[in-house]
């Protein structure tokens, strides 16, 4: 993001902060790696529950922010719907243990503190006060309208919910699959079916060039005609075929047209893929898109919803990864649960689950002014 935020106080910091992040967090700790007074972008993590150990935790938390480029200071804010506790010595601040141990990491490390802040119900307060006074919650300032970052006033969750389609739009494509499946089982076979769907038969034709396929669908991601979403969901049902939709809908066609040679090199003489291809899935090379990423996304959400239930693990899978690539954890955990809800052993879902339970991150979503929610 190149929108410069100024804060001239810790209220307007706060003000400022979802803007950073994209959402207005919510049980989360965020974490804003600082190049001298610039903050770029922000990394939320939730809250550590009662068996983390917080040691790991910790040592994760500012292990994410040291690898942004350039940083060398951290500021700290804790979200939480947890009260103050209130004694005779007065008010003992949330999640006090872990932010003190979070910023004898950061200093431990080089890093300077910026702010250690926590917002909650009863107002917010500074954890750097050796006797916090709590604020009104009033004070801090409503996020400023950022027209390339668009509305922050959900939480972290704001977003992931799948889009509303009718009964009957799921039936047109479950019919739409079925007709597609039976010209290509034919086709496979050397039949001609007399009683084929016309339009299964022109869609069948899209599959001719994939690669110009993927491409052809981000012009158009909204509206996306039943057959086509058929044939979408046949490729993505297919790991050689939605490999190659993610890897180039995170790049460019030519790359498209690579990975898939590639695959189809590999299914037939066992020829192995060049790394600079597979490694995208990893996330390492490059800088995605963002935009690009977006769009995809917007497509592998409309047709996992549109989906017939057993086809849908594909589609939500591509989300996952998407939303992943996005530096949007969060979202991709909410795609993978409704995979494993379905089919709890999906190779792919399994992959990208275990690499977001070991917080491992695109290494593009390191790099300066990129967001990361984990």
């Not at 550590?48 to 060398?72: F, H, K, N, Q, W």
Request: overall charge negative; proline content about 8%.
């Amino acid at each position: 993001m190149n929108t410069v935020l100024r804060a001239t106080d810790s209220a307007e910091f706060l003000g400022i902060v979802p803007s950073l992040a994209g959402f207005t967090p919510r049980q989360s700790i965020v974490l804003l790696p600082f190049q001298r007074s610039r903050a770029h972008g922000a990394m939320r993590i939730d809250l550590p529950r009662d068996d983390v150990d917080l040691d790991e935790y910790v040592d994760t938390a500012i292990g994410l922010v040291s690898r942004v480029t350039g940083t060398d200071a951290v500021a700290v804010v804790v979200y939480t719907d947890e009260h103050p506790l209130h004694t005779p010595d007065g008010i003992v601040l949330p999640s006090t243990i872990v932010v003190d141990d979070l910023l004898d990491l950061a200093v431990d490390l080089g890093l300077h503190v910026v702010d250690a802040l926590c917002v909650t119900p009863e107002g917010w307060s500074s954890y750097l006060h050796d006797d916090p006074v709590l604020r009104p919650s009033a004070e801090i300032p409503v996020p400023p309208t950022v027209p390339e970052i668009g509305d922050v006033s959900g939480d972290q969750d704001a977003g992931a919910a799948l889009p509303v389609v009718g009964l009957a739009e799921k039936e047109r494509v479950g019919r739409a699959l079925r007709d597609l499946s039976d010209v290509l089982a034919h086709e496979h076979l050397g039949l001609t079916g007399a009683r084929e769907n016309p339009q299964a038969i022109a869609a069948s034709m899209l599959l001719d060039d994939l690669p110009l396929f993927f491409e052809d669908l981000l012009e158009s991601p909204e509206n996306m005609p039943p057959f086509e979403t058929a044939a979408l969901l046949w490729c993505l049902d297919r790991p050689r075929y939605r490999d190659v939709a993610l890897l180039q809908w995170a790049t460019d066609l030519p790359t498209g047209v690579r990975a898939l040679n590639a695959q189809l090199a590999y299914a037939e003489y066992g020829a192995g893929v060049s790394d600079d291809v597979g490694q995208v899935f990893l996330g390492r090379g490059p800088s995605p898109d963002a935009d690009r990423l977006a769009v995809a996304l917007t497509i592998a959400r409309n047709v996992a919803v549109r989906a017939p239930r057993a086809s849908r693990p594909a589609p939500l899978t591509a989300a996952a990864w998407l939303s992943w690539a996005l530096g949007r954890s969060t979202h991709a955990a909410h795609y993978l649960r409704m995979v494993a809800e379905i089919d709890p052993c999906y190779s792919l879902a399994s992959l990208i689950s275990s690499m977001i339970d070991a917080a491992i991150l695109p290494e593009w979503t390191f790099r300066r002014g990129d967001n990361v929610d984990g």
